[in-house]
């Protein structure tokens, strides 16, 4: 089975400081990782994902991430931190099993954004 | 549309009830999901159904019964819940296939009194 790990549930930057928000991933084929925003008492939101091609993707927000197979891992970024940007974020990969498809989530990663 | 919609957004019920959390998506998607999250915690999945049939079950209790009357709708019946059952349940729906994303609703809140 295929899974992510988050490392540090808790990241505390400065409005305007680079994000960095750490994922490795294990598996034993190609993966296809994603990263999911979680605002408080709302669903999951898309921010990016990588299935095959460039190894540096860029999604909504600001938020880009770089998949780098030799480290296993796919850290997630944003060069100036906003106060919006305070949400929590899970690193996922897909799973197949004898059922079918299913995403598995990491641990997530709660972000602070100081004033 | 990509929206996924979720109703009720909160639900309060008795340990005797009998209630109903109800998902819609418009996406065409074909693969619809029931995640559990409590607080802190990352979503746990409960359900998968593939084409209106349900295709994985994560040993959940016997007391959560999904449904999945057309490829538009999702069901999760609740019957008999505990306490512990409190959390935010999640619907999501997604294309077949490993390389795409899910759409989420915005979730339920149940609590369990």
């Known amino acids: 089975a295929q899974s992510v790990t988050q490392l540090g549930s808790h990241v505390s930057v400065s409005e305007g400081a680079l994000v960095l928000l750490r994922c490795n991933y294990s598996s034993s084929v190609p993966p296809y990782l994603f990263w999911y925003v979680q605002y408080p008492n709302q669903g999951l939101q898309l921010l990016l994902k990588?299935?095959?091609?460039?190894?540096l993707v860029k999604g909504i927000n600001g938020f880009e991430a770089e998949f780098k197979k030799s480290e296993t891992s796919f850290h997630l970024t944003k060069p100036s931190a906003h106060m919006s940007d305070a949400a929590e974020y899970f690193c996922?990969?897909?799973?197949?099993?004898?059922?079918?498809?299913?995403?598995?989530f990491g641990a997530g990663t709660r972000l602070f954004v100081k004033a | 549309d990509t929206e996924v919609t979720q109703t009720p957004k909160h639900l309060v019920m008795g340990m005797t009830n009998k209630k109903s959390l109800k998902c819609e998506q418009h996406m065409g998607h074909r693969a619809m999901y029931w995640y559990k999250q409590k607080a802190k915690k990352p979503p746990e999945l409960m359900f998968v159904y593939s084409y209106e049939k349900l295709s994985i079950n994560e040993s959940v209790p016997s007391r959560f019964s999904p449904e999945c009357p057309n490829s538009s709708l999702l069901n999760l019946h609740l019957h008999a819940l505990q306490p512990e059952d409190s959390a935010l349940y999640l619907c999501?729906?997604?294309?077949?296939?490993?390389?795409?994303?899910?759409?989420f609703g915005q979730g339920t809140r149940l609590t369990v009194v």
């Open positions: 990588y299935t095959t091609g460039a190894t």
């Open positions: 996922a990969v897909s799973d197949l099993g004898t059922g079918g498809f299913k995403t598995i």
């Open positions: 999501a729906s997604s294309s077949q296939g490993m390389n795409t994303e899910a759409f």
